[in-house]
């Protein structure tokens, strides 16, 4: 195994670890509840507004970005030279893109927590803005119009990661860029299917109402 290899492999690893912090889990000890046990059963940030108030919400939200910001950073600093032999990869953050998606399957599949997590939407968001930050700016207005017109959050995150490869595509953005941009959209989505099958059956909740059976 070479060099470049091996840090790649260690870059995976950092950021699938950092990302297996769950912060709704962690935040919800401190509040002596599980959250997976209650509401939707969703270790996320909206779950926790829902079961655990406003103040539990901005902890998870702040620490589900700065794993996905931390994660990149260091994917970047350990990946600071691309192989010539590999043309595909040889554009720049490289190395954040790996640890950034890495850090996502981390939330989504926590080792510390039974491999049960979240939907990852905000550590994938942030890492997102690492990535192309004008982009993730334009998706972030994608899931806040949808938000505002139809009330479910869900569905404006299933759009958003719908639109981010197609948003990479039509801005010129690398072919390497796109295909991580579609690992990342699939990830997040993956994690929304019985909120798809909800919605499909008009039986999601809607921000600001309670869970619906």
Known sequence: MGLFSIKILLV???????????????VGRIYGTDIRKHGSGNAGMT???RTLGKTA?????????LKGVLSYIIGNLIITSIPDSITLYNISGIGGMVG???????HNWPVYF????????????????MMDWK?????LGVFVIIVAITRYV????????VAFPIGAAIKG????????????????????????KRLLNGTESKIGEKKKA
Do not use: W
Not at 14 to 23: C, W
Not at 100 to 106: E, N, T
Not at 114 to 129: A, E
């Open 47 to 49: 779950n926790t507004l």
């Open 173 to 196: 953005n690398s072919p390497i860029f796109i295909i991580f941009a579609t690992i990342l959209s699939l990830l997040a989505i993956a994690r929304h299917n019985g909120n798809i």
């Open 154 to 161: 869900s569905l404006g995150s299933i759009l958003a990661c």
């Open 57 to 65: 919400a901005v902890l998870v939200i702040f620490g589900d970005i």
């Open 12 to 26: 995976m690893i950092i950021g699938y670890l950092l990302g297996s912090l769950n912060t709704s889990i962690v």
């Open 100 to 106: 950034g998606i890495a850090a996502i399957a981390g």
């Open 135 to 139: 982009l993730g700016l334009i998706l």
């Open 114 to 129: 039974g491999f049960k997590g979240g939907k990852g939407i905000l550590t994938s968001f942030s890492v997102v803005m």
